[in-house]
Structure formats: C-alpha cells, structure tokens
Nanobody, 124 residues
C-alpha cells in the first residue's frame, strides 16, 4: 500500500496562489495515477484533477481549469497541485489520492490510498 502525506495548505487572499505537495512512500510511485480531490464543509468530496503515471496526461474539473496545474516528479515520489487565481469557493480540505485504475481517474471510487488532507482557506 502506498502512503500519502499532503502539505502546503494555508490561508490566502482571493487572487493569490498556493502549491500543495503530496509525498508518496511504500510502493513504486510510477505504478500509480494520482488525483487531487477536495471537500468543503457540508459538501461531498469532489474531483479536482488527476495526472497519469508518466505525467503526460492531466485532467481537470471545470471549476479549476486554467487556474490549477497538476505535476509530478517521479524521482522525488511527489505530486503537486499549483493553484493560482484562488477564489473563496476553492476553500476546502484538499486530498491527494493514488489509483492503479489508469482508465478512470475522475471517480473517487477508483482511488484506494488517500492522504490525510490539508486545509486551504481563501479569504475574500
């Protein structure tokens, strides 16, 4: 089982930027496609974006397209979520997750390993 630890969350003003990191350990990192999800209070967990094992393919939810960028450094066993032009509605706990299902990276049901989450708060 792969273990995941997120970092980089915090409080930022609207229009600002944050970069989240997710460090993986325990299994071969390149076996996994990686995803980012978020959950706001009172709402269901939602897909933010995902990246293939090679980093060649990325997918984003419509609300974050053009503002968020996912990347990975397989030499460092780390995946990143660069968040720009942040909005108050981006406030949530952000989770990274790992999946061996490279054909379905959008559904949270595909993911079997999750980090503990990191809080992102965007003030208006």
């Amino acid at each position: 089982q792969v273990q995941l630890v997120e970092s980089g969350g915090g409080l930022v003003q609207a229009g600002g930027s944050l970069r989240l990191s997710c460090a993986a350990s325990g299994r071969t990192f390149t076996n996994y496609a990686m995803g980012w999800f978020r959950q706001a209070p009172g709402k269901e967990r939602e897909f933010v974006g995902a990246i293939s094992w090679s980093g060649i393919s990325t997918y984003y939810a419509d609300p974050v397209k053009g503002r968020f960028t996912i990347s990975r450094d397989n030499a460092k066993n780390t995946v990143y979520l660069q968040m720009n032009s942040l909005k108050p509605e981006d406030t949530a706990v952000y989770y990274c997750a790992a999946t061996l299902d490279h054909l379905n990276m959008v559904s949270h049901m595909s993911y079997h390993a999750w980090g503990q989450g990191t809080q992102v708060t965007v003030s208006s």
